[in-house]
């Protein structure tokens, strides 16, 4: 007989928008109730936010980038090859799972304040010596990182706009939840985001849902918007 167990050990509670506190049981053993729990590899919050995700990413983010100090330090590698393996094996730890954030401006500056600092220290820009930042994107060939997160974004909300109907993230997308919100000013959401950023691009969600059923011109439109410099120019 082929059924399925569950264990009470690595089983896990999280209650969203809910006052009950009644516990869980499984074979008379209560289940563990937790504020967040990590799936894929992301952080996931009682209260919808990417904070702790944010500060997860930028730990991990900051450990890869230490374990290549001999890397940046080094006088045989050309700046060109040190910023592929930034790219590579730095940003993409930082990034991940980013097109999903909910994130606000306090995170956002975290996140600027490392990418900033670890291009200065590949470049060997210390203090008292100064340079802007867009001479600093200029000389790496990089980019804000605010301009790479919206583009992930919008290239995942294409993704999601070519879904079936039916689809759960495309269900999700569409939803309100029932009930009054607490008084006070709304809280900044992933799709008060992209609503944001496809008004700033003259759209409307109709005008984006057909425009994203054509891939090659959803992805023109994106790249028009959140141009991305060539590393090899």
Known sequence: QVGLHISTTKTQIMNVNTKSTSAITLNDQPLEQVEDFTYLGS??????????????????ACGSFARLATIWKSN?????????????????VLLYGSECWRIIKTDMKRIQVFHN??????????????????????????????TEIKKRRLTWLGHVLRMDNKR????ALRWTPPGKRKPG?????????????LKEMGLTWGQAQKIAQDRARWRVLVEALCPIRDEED
Request: aromatic fraction near 8%; hydrophobic fraction near 30%; include cysteine.
């Open 185 to 197: 000013r709304p809280k900044v959401t992933w799709r008060r985001t992209a609503e944001a950023e």
């Open 43 to 60: 952080i996931i919050s009682k209260d919808n936010g990417a904070q702790k995700d944010i500060k997860s990413r930028l730990g991990k």
């Open 117 to 146: 600092g670890c291009l200065r220290k590949i470049c060997r820009i210390f203090w008292p010596k100064k340079i802007r930042n867009e001479d600093l994107y200029e000389m790496t060939g990089c980019n804000n990182i605010a």
């Open 168 to 171: 759960i993230p495309k269900v």
């Open 76 to 92: 045989q590698y050309s700046l060109k090859t040190k910023i592929r393996l930034y790219n590579s094996n730095v940003k993409s």
